[in-house]
T-cell receptor, first 110, second 117 residues
Framework: LAKTTQPISMDSYEGQEVNITCSHNNIATNDYITWYQQFPSQGPRFIIQGYKTKVTNEVASLFIPADRKSSTLSLPRVSLSDTAVYYCLVGDLNDYKLSFGAGTTVTVRA | NAGVTQTPKFRVLKTGQSMTLLCAQDMNHEYMYWYRQDPGMGLRLIHYSVGEGTTAKGEVPDGYNVSRLKKQNFLLGLESAAPSQTSVYFC????????????????FGAGSRLTVL
């Protein structure tokens, strides 16, 4: 599983866009990039997954540059309920040993 | 559709006692996992299973045992609980190869909070 680096914490205000960048310099050819969100006292939940370029769903967008050595999760117009820890994972289908780092704690203020 | 269900949600043990956490999933997922999460930390993999009857060690397996006798259930056992095992335990499951994603996408349970005194 490729090692990832992401900021420990980020602060934002309601209505702003939040961008969290994850570095994964050793990403392998078959690796995908997956982001999870965890609210306090809950298990993580899948947000988005991508391989290259841009992926968008109803929750977020994921931007992946051509060299794939980093990725950026974009949360548009955040609300207080988006306060959570966000984890970036890199791996392929056969990566069973999926461990989560400390993640990025995003705090949204009114 | 319940997803991943963990039992019990809370438990307090004394040092040396034993207990079993039960994880059940109704999504017909092949893979199942047990994680622990300590305050302010990420999730660390304890054990995982890639199919019925198979288990393997994760990052922090010491002090824990697991069994996967049925595809839908994954049990985590503590034979002799220690205060260092005070944590929140999460179970997760995911598709086998042949699922829609290129990489494993995990579905988590709500967690089981264990305190060892």
């Amino acid at each position: 599983l490729a090692k990832t680096t992401q900021p420990i914490s980020m602060d934002s205000y309601e209505g702003q866009e939040v961008n969290i960048t994850c570095s994964h310099n050793n990403i392998a050819t078959n690796d995908y990039i997956t982001w999870y969100q965890q609210f306090p006292s809950q298990g993580p939940r899948f947000i988005i997954q991508g391989y290259k370029t841009k992926v968008t769903n109803e929750v977020a967008s994921l931007f992946i540059p051509a060299d794939r050595k980093s990725s950026t999760l974009s949360l548009p117009r955040v609300s207080l309920s988006d306060t959570a820890v966000y984890y970036c994972l890199v791996g392929d289908l056969n990566d069973y040993k999926l461990s989560f780092g400390a993640g990025t704690t995003v705090t949204v203020r009114a | 559709n319940a997803g991943v269900t963990q039992t019990p949600k809370f438990r307090v043990l004394k040092t040396g006692q034993s207990m079993t956490l039960l994880c059940a999933q109704d999504m017909n997922h092949e893979y199942m996992y047990w994680y622990r999460q300590d305050p302010g930390m990420g999730l660390r993999l304890i054990h995982y299973s890639v199919g019925e009857g198979t288990t393997a060690k994760g990052e922090v397996p010491d002090g824990y045992n697991v069994s996967r006798l049925k595809k839908q259930n994954f049990l985590l056992g503590l034979e002799s609980a220690a205060p260092s095992q005070t944590s929140v335990y999460f179970c997760a499951s995911s598709y086998s190869s042949g699922g829609p994603s290129g990489a494993n996408v995990l579905t988590f349970g709500a967690g089981s909070r264990l305190t060892v005194l």
